[in-house]
């Protein structure tokens, strides 16, 4: 079946939606307004580097953000990122498209950018901030319907998952993995960032409640488990790191908490509100490693 066309994005059909999928989806629904009082106004969603020793200045949630994608592309330029320059690149989860447009100016020359969520509100967000070319195509697709994307025959170079797979049930990440794989050029390279959590931690946890998971962050996940599904489908990972440093991950969400109670002290949506109850405790595991934020170069192979 071809995408079905909405404004500004395409529709991909794809199989029965996990039951978890509605809920992410209203995790994202409130207004971007909103989201960028506590984000920043360029809305990056995935962490920040804060530390640059010459740079004593304040360093805003917006450069912080910016920081943090640049250090990630830094790391995979190390393994032949521009060499060939990608042609196709892939965003997965690609929020309200800061990543996204980063990456078109920072690739000028690639002709094809897709960018693919499961918020109709995120999606029509993104297509407001088009630059007006055709680079950027929208698609709203579940992650496990990869394989669905229009124009199977052109493969992905560069696909970036910052934030997403935090979101996905195992089955989803398995089959997300495993459709990806079936779409990217021999040596195309996967870059990831994620939360993630250590065994114990994951050992020791009780499943929170559903309607207490207003951020649909139920599946955590560990470094090992993460890795070991994107091998399985054929990846070889080439580097993993935490990135940014404990420090600055517990300054970001800290800085979130702040946004929060600043413009929102008599109460928030129920996402925001998951973010001020969860950031102290958040911050205190990351600065303990008990939880981390990795950064993982992963390149596909061809079997």
Not at 11 to 36: E, I, K, N, S, T
């Amino acid at each position: 079946m071809s995408p079905v066309a909405r404004p500004g994005y395409e529709v991909v059909p794809g199989g029965p939606a996990d039951a978890f999928r509605d809920h992410v989806v209203r995790a994202y629904q409130d207004a971007p307004g909103d989201w960028q009082k506590v984000l920043g106004e360029q809305l990056h969603f995935q962490w920040g580097v804060f530390g640059h020793p010459d740079s004593p200045r304040p360093v805003s949630l917006d450069e912080a953000g910016l920081r943090h994608l640049q250090c990630q592309l830094a790391v995979a330029d190390a393994f032949g990122l521009r060499h060939p320059a990608p042609r196709r690149i892939l965003d997965v989860g690609c929020g309200w498209g800061a990543t996204l447009r980063y990456l078109a100016a920072d690739f000028p020359d690639c002709p094809r950018l897709d960018g693919i969520n499961i918020s109709a509100e995120q999606l029509a967000y993104c297509a407001g901030q088009s630059d007006g070319t055709d680079r950027i195509r929208l698609y709203l697709c579940d992650a496990a319907d990869i394989a669905g994307l229009p124009d199977g025959a052109q493969p992905y170079d560069l696909v970036l998952a910052r934030g997403a797979i935090t979101h996905f049930p195992p089955q989803v990440y398995e089959r997300a993995a495993e459709a990806l794989a079936r779409r990217m050029r021999p040596g195309g390279l996967l870059v990831v960032s994620e939360t993630l959590y250590s065994e114990e931690v994951l050992a020791a946890e009780q499943q929170l409640p559903l309607e207490e998971d207003q951020l649909a962050l139920g599946h955590r996940k560990s470094l090992r488990y993460v890795t070991e599904v994107l091998r399985d489908s054929g990846f070889r990972v080439l580097d993993e790191r935490p990135l940014p440093s404990p420090e600055d991950a517990a300054r970001w969400v800290l800085e979130l908490k702040s946004n929060i109670d600043a413009h929102f002290p008599h109460g928030a949506s129920p996402p925001l509100e998951a973010i001020r109850a969860m950031a102290a405790e958040l911050a205190t595991a990351l600065l303990q490693r008990r939880a981390s934020v990795h950064s993982i170069v992963a390149e596909w192979r061809e079997a």
